[in-house]
Nanobody, 123 residues
Framework: QVQLVESGGGLVQAGDSLRLSCVLSGRTFSSYSMYWFRQAPGKERVFVAG???????AYSDFAKGRFTISRDNAKGAVYLQMNSLKPEDTAVYYC?????????????????WGQGTQVTVSS
């Protein structure tokens, strides 16, 4: 059974940086592609960034140039470095795991989720 635990959220000011972490347990981490999604109040959960099991990365338009996804297979962890944060980045951030590297999927197509970590950016 895949278990995901996120950490690193918090309250920051606009322009600040945060680094989110997500640790996978229960299965071989290197076999999974990892994704970050976010969900703002009253809105759908949307794709932020993804990294394949071999390190290919992809970003949503709003994340390009500001966010960086990375993974450490030895630690079983995926990270999301978020720079130049804006108030509109305020959301609960979730990591998801899937054996398949496939972009363009909606959140309900993923089976494995963490509990989420709150990111709040004040103006």
């Amino acid at each position: 059974q895949v278990q995901l635990v996120e950490s690193g959220g918090g309250l920051v000011q606009a322009g600040d940086s945060l680094r989110l972490s997500c640790v996978l347990s229960g299965r071989t981490f290197s076999s999974y592609s990892m994704y970050w999604f976010r969900q703002a109040p009253g809105k759908e959960r949307v794709f932020v960034a993804g990294i394949s099991w071999i390190g290919v990365t992809a970003y949503s338009d709003f994340a390009k140039g500001r966010f960086t996804i990375s993974r450490d297979n030895a630690k079983g962890a995926v990270y999301l470095q978020m720079n130049s944060l804006k108030p509109e980045d305020t959301a609960v951030y979730y990591c998801a795991a899937d054996p398949t590297w496939q972009l363009g999927r909606t959140a309900n197509e993923f089976n494995y989720w963490g509990q989420g970590t709150q990111v709040t950016v004040s103006s």
